[in-house]
């Protein structure tokens, strides 16, 4: 087992909390906002790094003393999806963050994961000439990507 960082050529690999959450999709926004007030999510050149899972099905059944009281049938949620983001390995940050993860979503037991990992950080090399970079490629992400944010 790798219980430290170590570094390539390319890139180093840091030790991080993985923190992960469970939502409704429409709770995304809101429960993100609350994070990055926290911790910008800072990875390199870029902030606000996370990822969402496509929307998935959740399935629980309230029983005595949930907030929707006891309840005999097995209830589905579809559009439910998984959020993940890096933080450092920090505990005073990571309660913080589950704190603000907790207040902004609209569950009484909201689903909230964090675990140790190596995560990779590029040292930031020369990259004009790597012919598999996206800015070296003839593919044009960012118009694809702005039409796709403006049809959401």
Known sequence: ??????????????????VSFQAPAADVDR????????????????????F???????RYRPLEGAAAGAETVLRERPGTVEVSFELPDDQRLAERVVEAIYQAHS??????RIQPLLASRSK??????NPNRW????GDWKKAAVSIREDA
Not at 3 to 16: A, I, N, P, Q, Y
Not at 52 to 58: C, D, K, Y
């Open 124 to 129: 930031g090399l020369d990259d004009r000439s």
């Open 107 to 112: 569950y009484q037991e909201p689903v909230i």
């Open 31 to 50: 429960i993100m906002e609350a994070v990055t007030a926290i911790s910008p999510l800072g990875m390199g050149n870029y902030d606000s790094n996370a």
């Open 52 to 58: 969402q899972s496509a929307g998935g099905i959740e």
């Open 135 to 138: 800015w070296n490629t003839t």
């Open 1 to 18: 087992m790798i219980d430290s960082g170590f570094e390539t050529k390319s890139v180093r690999m840091e030790l991080l909390l993985l």
